[in-house]
Structure formats: C-alpha cells, structure tokens
Nanobody, 120 residues
Framework: QVQLVESGGGLVQAGGSLRLSCAAS????????IGWYRQAPGTQRELVAS???????NYADSVKGRFTISRDNAKNTVQLQMNSLKPEDTAVYYC??????????????WGRGTQVTVSS
C-alpha cells in the first residue's frame, strides 16, 4: 500500500501560480504512475495530469500549456506547477498512485486532497 500526502494548496488570484506537492511513502517500489486529479463541488473527479515511472506525462486539454507535472525521485514526491490559474481551476486537488503488484495494476491509493481556490 502507498500513502500519499498533498500540500501546497491555497488561495491565489487569477493569473497567479501555485505549486502542489504529493509525497509518497510505503510501497513506493510498486508505483507505476502518479496522477493529479481535481474535483469541484457538484462535479466528478477528473484527471489533471499524470506521470509514469518512465517519465511519460499526460495532461487534460484544459491545463495544457499552463500546468507541468514533474517528479523528484530522491524525495519520492511528484509536483504540479500551476501557472496562469483561472477561477475554473478552483477545486480540491488529489494525487493517486497506480501500482503494479505481482503483475496486476491497481489504482486504489489516494491522498486526502488539498484545496486550490482561484479568485477572479
């Protein structure tokens, strides 16, 4: 099992920047990818960006060119740099780990989330 703790959320004005961090612990050797998701009130949780063990990245169309996902293997963290923030980016941001155990992939490990609020 992998434990994930998010940090870095807060209140920022439109056009500003925030940097989120997701710290992983536990069975980190089994992690195949980590993704950042977000959920605004009344909406479904959606993928924002993900990064694989091999360094491949994937972004939602709504954040391409504004958000950058990266990882620090030495610190077992994954960061989400968010620039040019918009009010519609307001949500609780979660990280999720997908792990491979005995050849089976599972994406069951979530953090508790960090609130990002962008004021207009």
């Amino acid at each position: 099992q992998v434990q994930l703790v998010e940090s870095g959320g807060g209140l920022v004005q439109a056009g500003g920047s925030l940097r989120l961090s997701c710290a992983a612990s536990g069975s980190i050797f089994s992690i195949n990818s980590i993704g950042w998701y977000r959920q605004a009130p009344g909406t479904q949780r959606e993928l924002v960006a993900s990064i694989s063990r091999g360094g491949n990245t994937n972004y939602a169309d709504s954040v391409k060119g504004r958000f950058t996902i990266s990882r620090d293997n030495a610190k077992n963290t994954v960061q989400l740099q968010m620039n040019s923030l918009k009010p519609e980016d307001t949500a609780v941001y979660y990280c999720r780990a997908c792990s491979v155990i005995i050849g089976t992939s599972a994406c069951n490990d979530w953090g508790r989330g960090t609130q990002v609020t962008v004021s207009s």
